[in-house]
């Protein structure tokens, strides 16, 4: 592979946003993705890859390069040329690859790949906690997986299209994809594109979603005619999939605290072509109260860690924070009682999260269950997925029953 200088510049601009500014990751990509109308699919690729490899990879390649943060531009030159070497691309005769050592780059890989945290470029506190809570063997295996690159997984739009048509739609538009076992439907891209510049995509044929969150709308066991809340609805790619489910008939009440995302919502769910969803940010809590004992089915895909969906979030550990961990545990308490309320008699309700740790995930449940506002559901059953084990997202989700 050869090296072209626009290209590598446009690498150093969106690190120096990511790690110097706090930016999130995705949103600097799509920018720098938009700078020159002149790069091909292959450029656009080399930019937005690079940038993720190395903010992936940001503790191991500033131990090996010897660099500290803040990292100035020629910092980051450092930690490019360590990403080259272990590449086996070869620099090119600029200044910012003067001297540098390749021979001891391999050197310094092969030291410090021996220690976890170092290996899989974490920090010390993130090591910890997984450590504790999922113990060595799950845990040395999981922070593994989530460094892999994850797969891109479509989920069919069933109020539109099966996925056999979906699969023979997007073959023709150039782009494979495979079913996967168990996942209804789940369409897996053989090799990464573009899907959303696809006709199929257009016309409201799909989302992208990965095949666990894909599992939650399931889990809630839905059914046409009913009242279903979504309480953290995002923009919205859980509640889509459950008005598939629901074949667009009874009611679903998608709500959040950002109003921002709903919005995103309300367009997506046009382009599906649902139209069974109300829309209601969380402003006070009056529409929370409105809704208690009504509905048939709630959904609560709570706020977390995300320590399930790094592969997805690589900017996510540097941004995470030990303090933040115990507020948002404080948090999922608070959501699961409150929202809980909004369940009628004999009917269910759906704890999630894209954590894969116990405490953001059973151990919330086994709490609230042992509360007085718990006391009156039951569990039915969860699930624990976890990435190095399944492929996908690691992910949690427990079903609950409220008794008549």
Same mark, same amino acid.
């Given at each position: 592979?050869?090296?072209?200088?626009?290209?590598?510049?446009?690498?150093?601009?969106?690190?120096?946003?990511?790690?110097?500014?706090?930016?999130?990751?995705?949103?600097?990509?799509?920018?720098?993705?938009?700078?020159?109308?002149?790069?091909?699919?292959?450029?656009?690729?080399?930019?937005?890859?690079?940038?993720?490899?190395?903010?992936?990879? %940001?503790?191991?390649?500033?131990?090996?390069?010897?660099?500290?943060?803040?990292?100035?531009?020629?910092?980051?030159?450092?930690?490019?040329?360590?990403?080259?070497?272990? /590449?086996?691309?070869?620099?090119?005769?600029?200044?910012?690859?003067?001297?540098?050592?390749?021979?001891?780059? /391999?050197?310094?890989?092969?030291?410090?790949?021996?220690?976890?945290?170092?290996?899989?470029?974490?920090?010390?506190?993130?090591?910890?906690?997984?450590?504790? @809570?999922?113990?060595?063997?799950?845990?040395?295996?999981?922070?593994?997986?989530?460094?892999?690159?994850?797969?891109?997984?479509?989920?069919?739009?069933?109020?539109?299209?099966?996925?056999?048509?979906?699969?023979?739609?997007?073959?023709?538009?150039?782009?494979?994809?495979?079913?996967?076992?168990?996942?209804?439907?789940?369409? %897996?891209?053989? @090799?990464?594109?573009?899907?959303?510049?696809?006709?199929?995509?257009?016309?409201?044929?799909?989302?992208?979603?990965?095949?666990?969150?894909?599992?939650?709308?399931?889990?809630?066991?839905?059914? =046409?005619?009913?009242?279903?809340?979504?309480?953290?609805?995002?923009?919205?790619?859980?509640?889509?999939?459950?008005?598939?489910?629901?074949?667009? %008939?009874?009611?679903?009440?998608?709500?959040?605290?950002?109003?921002?995302?709903?919005?995103?919502?309300?367009?997506?769910?046009?382009?599906?072509?649902?139209?069974?969803?109300?829309?209601?940010?969380?402003?006070?809590?009056?529409?929370?109260?409105?809704?208690?004992?009504?509905?048939?089915?709630?959904?609560?895909?709570?706020?977390?860690?995300?320590?399930?969906?790094?592969?997805?979030?690589?900017?996510?550990?540097?941004?995470?924070? =030990?303090?933040?961990?115990?507020?948002?545990?404080?948090?999922?308490?608070?959501?699961?009682?409150?929202?809980?309320?909004?369940? %009628?008699?004999?009917?269910?309700?759906?704890?999630?999260?894209?954590?894969?740790? =116990?405490? @953001?995930?059973?151990?919330?449940?086994?709490?609230?269950? /042992?509360?007085?506002?718990?006391?009156?559901?039951?569990?039915?059953?969860?699930?624990?997925?976890?990435?190095?084990?399944?492929?996908?997202?690691?992910?949690?989700?427990?079903?609950?029953?409220?008794?008549?």
């Amino acid at each position: 592979m050869r090296l072209h200088r626009n290209l590598c510049f446009a690498v150093i601009d969106g690190l120096t946003q990511i790690f110097n500014e706090g930016q999130y990751a995705d949103k600097v990509i799509q920018q720098l993705l938009k700078r020159d109308k002149r790069w091909g699919s292959r450029d656009r690729g080399f930019v937005a890859e690079t940038v993720y490899d190395i903010v992936r990879w %940001k503790r191991l390649y500033a131990e090996i390069a010897e660099v500290k943060e803040p990292f100035d531009r020629d910092n980051l030159w450092r930690m490019f040329a360590v990403w080259a070497t272990l /590449k086996g691309i070869t620099l090119p005769d600029w200044k910012y690859f003067e001297n540098t050592p390749t021979r001891k780059i /391999k050197g310094r890989f092969d030291e410090l790949s021996k220690v976890r945290k170092l290996r899989e470029s974490i920090p010390d506190w993130i090591d910890e906690v997984g450590l504790a @809570e999922l113990g060595e063997s799950k845990w040395t295996k999981e922070i593994a997986m989530q460094n892999e690159k994850a797969d891109v997984i479509l989920r069919t739009n069933t109020l539109k299209i099966t996925k056999e048509k979906l699969q023979n739609i997007l073959a023709d538009e150039g782009i494979d994809t495979e079913f996967i076992k168990g996942y209804d439907a789940a369409l %897996k891209l053989v @090799e990464r594109a573009n899907v959303f510049v696809t006709d199929a995509f257009k016309k409201g044929y799909f989302e992208v979603q990965d095949a666990s969150s894909q599992l939650v709308a399931d889990f809630l066991d839905v059914a =046409p005619g009913m009242k279903v809340v979504d309480t953290c609805a995002g923009a919205g790619g859980k509640t889509l999939h459950i008005a598939s489910l629901m074949e667009n %008939k009874g009611q679903i009440v998608a709500m959040d605290i950002y109003e921002s995302k709903l919005k995103k919502l309300k367009v997506r769910a046009r382009r599906n072509g649902v139209h069974n969803v109300d829309l209601k940010v969380i402003d006070s809590t009056k529409p929370i109260k409105k809704l208690y004992n009504k509905a048939d089915r709630v959904l609560i895909d709570a706020p977390c860690s995300g320590l399930g969906v790094l592969r997805r979030n690589p900017d996510a550990k540097w941004k995470l924070e =030990p303090e933040f961990l115990d507020k948002i545990r404080i948090t999922q308490q608070e959501v699961l009682q409150q929202y809980s309320r909004m369940v %009628k008699e004999g009917g269910k309700l759906v704890y999630a999260t894209c954590s894969v740790l =116990p405490s @953001e995930n059973q151990n919330q449940v086994k709490a609230f269950l /042992k509360s007085e506002g718990g006391a009156n559901f039951e569990l039915v059953k969860d699930k624990k997925i976890l990435a190095h084990e399944n492929g996908y997202d690691g992910f949690y989700m427990a079903l609950m029953e409220r008794k008549a």
